[in-house]
């Protein structure tokens, strides 16, 4: 579905189409962050990153009608506050150009560009996978440097270009992602999961001969997507968790949801329930691993992916630990309906006829899931919106900006097995039976999971679980993936991949509650 224009009038923000047409509840993608594997051993799709001292990619061309300087420092406006930025090197030799390019969102490597062209004041190329989408850069030069676009995915960024530095993006590496040595071993692993699928996952062990407590990282897969170059938001928080955890002293199992890496069939097409039953199948591999403790092997979830840890945890006995990381405490409808009302108010400077709008986005959308809920398909769906919009302006309501057509994203994925277990489940009724050890860490700048609507009845349902074991940890100025950002930008500091503060915690909190590593 293509992005529908903001109310201010800003058009292509991903923000804006994940908060009308894309569940955020499922994507951390709408956060502009995070989260899934991002160097070559934590599962990536296969990419080639320009080795040390190799030659990039040469495009043929004719001979050079203009000067252009060997370096350049770039950036792509990717929403309003926040600029992506890069460098990149270009190479004429005879009739050809080649180039690489570097950027901090993309982790340490120089990637090679492809379709690299320089002439008459124009540069133009592009960068991506060898498999998969490209992303293609556009620029003229104006005023002595250069200006023009960016698209990805079919969405068209502004872009610039300069011989001085635009942002700062000459760093070679967003701060908190791994960095070599790495004092572990990592391994790709597929095992059988919930009704039987094949799941996989990346287990990393830390490089020495004890046994050690581990942790089952679970995400879903917007989370989990892969790492490439091209990609504005490219996911770094559960490599960099990985990364952490494992040089801390524990296993960990990075667990594709359905339909990444080798787990197979498509999650949303698997129940609640049923990546519940992969979390425990991978907490039961770990058991089996002789690096590993048997008794020390818990769960950790992000976002929505706390809601599978925690039901699993409620139906699985002998996890070791639970720690939910930006997880809800209230039904999935709700929680749903709430933050997109927010997530669209947070932008600020909202005008009168805008809050209108997103007071329509946010009826319609409930209209949806409870038209989902109550057995309708998606054309009977699509049909009674169609209506309801019609009733709605008849009345002299307004409704959601665009068409019924733009709905049609978030009317297929209600219908989804997935989706329409969300909705309905109560985290706060697994919560109370919970009898081990539960970390539960949020941060205090988060419209996606507001703090005000899920803290108090977290901690009834702790309460009523006799578990004295419960820890709740509310982290100051950092967003629903833990990176510092102040109101109204709670996309936050896109620079690093998360506060130091929080890993720092979760690690004293984990040695503390699994014994110390055994010979």
């Keep these: 579905m293509e992005p529908r224009s903001r109310p201010d009038g800003d058009t292509g923000a991903t923000r804006w189409q994940a908060a009308n047409g894309l569940p955020l509840w499922r994507g951390w993608a709408i956060l502009a962050s995070v989260m899934a594997l991002g160097h070559a051993s934590c599962g990536q799709v296969p990419t ?51 180039g690489t390019i570097k950027a901090p969102m993309w982790g340490p490597e120089e990637w090679p560009v492809v379709d690299l062209s320089v002439a008459a004041g124009q540069i133009s190329f592009k960068v991506g996978p060898e498999t998969g989408p490209l992303g293609a850069f556009r620029f003229a030069a104006a005023g002595g440097d250069y200006v023009g676009s960016y698209t990805w995915e079919g969405t068209r960024y502004t ?20 960095s070599p040595p790495f004092p572990y071993t ?29 942790v089952v990282l679970l995400a879903t897969a917007s989370l989990a997507r892969p790492r490439v170059p091209g990609d504005l938001d490219p996911p770094l928080a559960i490599c960099a968790w990985a990364d952490r955890l494992s040089r801390a002293g524990f296993v960990v199992l990075s667990l594709d949801s359905r339909g990444v890496g080798g787990s197979g069939g498509k999650e949303e097409d698997a129940s609640l329930d049923e990546l519940s039953e992969d979390a425990l199948s991978a907490a039961a591999y770990l058991r089996g691993m002789p690096e590993v403790a048997r008794s020390e092997v818990g769960l950790m979830g992000f976002s929505a992916g706390s809601d599978i840890a925690t039901r699993a945890a409620a139906k699985g006995p002998g996890l070791a630990f639970l720690v939910r990381m930006s997880g809800s405490a209230v039904i999935g409808k709700d929680v749903l309906i709430e933050q997109t009302g927010r997530v669209l108010k947070g932008w600020g400077r909202v005008s009168p006829e805008a809050l209108l709008w997103i007071d329509a986005i946010v009826a319609e959308k409930a209209a ?15 049909g009674r919106i169609s209506a309801w919009r019609v009733d709605r302006r008849a009345k002299g309501l307004v409704c959601a900006p665009g068409g019924v057509g733009d709905a049609r994203s978030e009317i297929h994925q209600a219908t989804r097995r997935f989706m329409l277990s969300e909705l309905v489940y109560d985290p706060a009724t697994d919560l109370s039976r919970l009898r081990c050890p539960v970390l539960d860490a949020r941060g205090d700048v988060d419209p996606f999971v507001p703090p005000d609507q899920s803290l108090p009845p977290l901690r009834r349902a702790l309460a009523q679980s006799a578990n004295n074991d419960v820890t709740i940890r509310v982290f100051h100025g950092v967003n629903h993936v833990f990176r510092h950002a102040t109101p109204p930008n709670f996309f936050g500091d896109r620079d690093e991949v998360f506060s130091e503060e929080v890993p720092e915690y979760v690690v004293r909190w984990l040695r503390a509650h699994v014994a110390k590593e055994k010979l």
């Design 48 to 98: 080639r990153p320009l080795p040390e001292g190799a030659t990039a990619p040469q495009s043929a061309l004719g001979p050079p009608e203009w000067a252009c300087p060997p370096t350049l420092q770039g950036a792509v406006d990717d929403f309003p506050g926040c600029r992506r930025g890069f460098i990149i090197r270009i190479v004429a030799k005879g009739r050809s150009y080649g």
């Design 186 to 214: 990592t391994k790709r692993v597929s095992f059988r999961g919930g009704s039987r699928q094949t799941v996989s996952g990346v287990v990393t062990v830390p490089r020495d001969h004890r046994k050690h407590g581990a």
């Design 368 to 382: 949806i899931y409870d038209l989902a809920l109550g057995g309708f398909t998606e054309p009977e769906i699509e």
């Design 159 to 178: 872009a610039c270009l300069g011989t001085k530095p635009l942002v700062e993006c000459s760093s070679p590496v967003t701060a908190g992602f791994p």
